[in-house]
Nanobody
Framework: QLVDSGGDLVQPGGSLRLSCAASGFSIRYLAVRWYRQAPGKEREFVAEMQNPGGATRYADSVKGRFTISRNFGENAMYLQMNDLKTEDTAVYYC?????WGQGTQVTVSA
């Protein structure tokens, strides 16, 4: 399973780091991804890190502000979010293979 955490209320321009811990399987040989779903909208792709190789891909809306990473020793993935905007408000989900986190709420508001 995947358990994501780190969501919070933050002001515009602020930063957050989301975490996603995997258990029962290893992310060592799998791609890892983050998605988000804003109220009234469909779930959308945010970021991906390929495996092997570690190549990354980002949605245009977060390029230059978000960074995806992973730690094999901790069997976890992360999403560093900087310069947050109100439109980043959503529930964020981590994903690897067929596994999904339960979601963590990120709210960007003054």
């Amino acid at each position: 399973q995947l358990v994501d955490s780190g969501g919070d209320l933050v002001q515009p321009g602020g930063s957050l780091r989301l975490s996603c811990a995997a258990s029962g399987f290893s992310i060592r040989y799998l791609a890892v991804r983050w998605y988000r779903q804003a109220p009234g909208k469909e779930r959308e792709f945010v970021a991906e890190m390929q495996n092997p190789g570690g190549a990354t891909r980002y949605a245009d809306s977060v390029k230059g502000r978000f960074t995806i990473s992973r730690n094999f020793g901790e069997n976890a993935m992360y999403l560093q979010m900087n310069d947050l905007k109100t439109e980043d408000t959503a529930v964020y989900y981590c994903n690897s293979f067929r596994y999904w986190g339960q979601g963590t709420q990120v709210t960007v508001s003054a």
